[in-house]
């Protein structure tokens, strides 16, 4: 990709981000004067400049890692909105009011932010630690809270409902974040079986169980959470593939506590390995031979308090992500190892 394609793409990205949430204040705008159907064609056309601005973004490859996006954003938030001539102050009361408000959403998102940057010069992720493991986004301000859903905004005063949560992993978002189409998301379970072996049977045992941290997971306990995972996973389908009808398939028990106490660590990196992979079979044969509509088969799921409806395809594109997710995690623990054990391609 040359210059010129990379700054058509940039600017695409720009381009779409500023419509996005333009075309949004517009359609609010139009629901309040009464124009329906503007907003739904406003709507509509926000949602497809969205997509296409972030297939830009993707089709650049000139993207910041994650960890250069939070210090990127931490220099933004901490840059107070320049006001124009007699803007917010000729507002008086109201336009301090509007400021205040801003000022400490800014200062609460600042906090969060500069506390995953920390985490992050120390660690792969962000530590629950150090970030809450549940944030909650409030729609009426934009202020951040962190653990429980609060009642009302200690902000805005938005009540409960309007507040939007952002947990550790998903099954579903409303961008549809990593999204996957059926075979996608099979050819992706396919695989994971060889790769998981390959790298558990070419690392040290001790490596395997070595914590990065006393709250953090080792290897061998990753490995034993995706067992887990995918038996929840055949456990949840098989119930969606019983009835016609949305089936909750809420847990008692929430997905990344499933491998506590049940001896994963102590295990083998073979016998995890055999384990993931007769798990992981056992799956493909329930869901490889899926016709499309079973895939828009609907479940309801309680995360965080909070009931969400899901498809089969998002549970399916939750595993797949999941595993290549955690199959990353592993490599980075067992890194230096498997760079002297794994021959280069």
């Given at each position: 990709?040359?210059?010129?394609?990379?700054?058509?793409l940039?600017?695409?990205?720009?381009?779409?981000?500023?419509?996005?949430?333009?075309?949004?204040?517009?359609?609010?705008?139009?629901?309040?004067?009464?124009?329906?159907?503007?907003?739904?064609?406003?709507?509509?056309?926000?949602?497809?400049?969205?997509?296409?601005?972030?297939?830009?973004?993707?089709?650049?490859?000139?993207?910041?890692?994650?960890?250069?996006?939070?210090?990127?954003?931490?220099?933004e938030?901490?840059?107070?909105?320049?006001?124009?001539?007699?803007?917010?102050?000729?507002?008086?009361?109201?336009?301090?009011?509007?400021?205040?408000?801003?000022?400490?959403?800014?200062?609460?998102?600042?906090?969060?932010?500069?506390?995953?940057?920390?985490?992050?010069?120390?660690?792969?992720?962000?530590?629950?630690?150090?970030?809450?493991?549940?944030?909650w986004?409030?729609y009426?301000?934009?202020?951040?809270?962190?653990?429980?859903?609060?009642?009302?905004?200690?902000?805005?005063?938005?009540?409960?409902?309007?507040?939007?949560?952002?947990g550790?992993?998903?099954s579903?978002?409303?961008?549809?974040?990593?999204?996957?189409?059926?075979?996608?998301?099979?050819?992706?379970?396919?695989?994971?079986?060889?790769?998981?072996?390959?790298?558990?049977?070419?690392?040290?045992?001790?490596?395997?169980?070595?914590?990065?941290?006393?709250?953090?997971?080792?290897?061998?306990?990753?490995?034993?959470?995706?067992?887990?995972?995918?038996?929840?996973f055949?456990?949840?389908?098989?119930?969606?593939l019983?009835?016609e009808?949305?089936?909750?398939?809420?847990?008692?028990?929430?997905?990344?506590?499933?491998?506590?106490?049940?001896?994963?660590?102590?295990l083998?990196?073979?016998?995890?390995?055999?384990?993931?992979?007769?798990?992981?079979?056992?799956?493909?044969?329930?869901?490889?031979h899926?016709?499309?509509?079973?895939?828009?088969?609907?479940?309801?799921?309680r995360?965080?308090?909070?009931?969400?409806t899901?498809?089969?395809?998002?549970?399916?594109t939750?595993?797949?992500?999941?595993d290549?997710?955690?199959?990353?995690?592993?490599?980075?623990?067992?890194?230096?190892?498997?760079?002297i054990?794994?021959?280069?391609?």
């Amino acid at each position: 990709m040359d210059a010129k394609q990379r700054r058509r793409l940039a600017t695409e990205v720009r381009k779409g981000s500023q419509a996005y949430v333009r075309n949004l204040v517009a359609a609010e705008a139009a629901v309040q004067r009464g124009q329906f159907n503007v907003a739904k064609v406003l709507r509509a056309a926000a949602h497809a400049q969205r997509v296409l601005a972030m297939e830009a973004a993707r089709l650049s490859r000139s993207n910041r890692p994650p960890a250069a996006v939070l210090r990127l954003l931490l220099g933004e938030v901490a840059e107070a909105p320049r006001r124009g001539k007699g803007g917010a102050t000729a507002q008086g009361a109201a336009g301090r009011a509007e400021r205040e408000r801003a000022a400490s959403v800014r200062s609460r998102l600042r906090g969060i932010l500069q506390r995953s940057v920390d985490s992050l010069e120390r660690h792969p992720d962000v530590l629950e630690s150090d970030v809450a493991q549940h944030l909650w986004g409030c729609y009426g301000c934009g202020a951040i809270v962190e653990g429980e859903r609060p009642d009302a905004c200690a902000v805005c005063g938005a009540l409960s409902p309007e507040f939007e949560w952002f947990g550790p992993f998903y099954s579903a978002t409303p961008e549809h974040l990593g999204q996957l189409r059926p075979d996608a998301t099979l050819a992706t379970l396919e695989r994971m079986p060889n790769e998981l072996s390959r790298i558990l049977s070419r690392t040290d045992d001790l490596v395997l169980r070595r914590k990065p941290s006393p709250t953090e997971w080792c290897a061998k306990e990753i490995a034993g959470h995706m067992v887990e995972t995918n038996l929840l996973f055949f456990r949840r389908v098989s119930a969606m593939l019983a009835t016609e009808g949305p089936v909750d398939i809420t847990t008692p028990v929430p997905p990344w506590k499933l491998q506590e106490g049940k001896g994963y660590e102590t295990l083998s990196g073979s016998e995890l390995a055999d384990r993931f992979s007769r798990a992981r079979a056992e799956t493909l044969s329930l869901v490889q031979h899926l016709k499309a509509a079973d895939w828009t088969r609907r479940a309801i799921n309680r995360t965080a308090g909070q009931y969400m409806t899901v498809s089969l395809l998002d549970l399916g594109t939750w595993l797949a992500n999941h595993d290549m997710g955690h199959l990353a995690q592993i490599r980075r623990l067992c890194g230096a190892e498997l760079a002297i054990s794994m021959p280069r391609r």
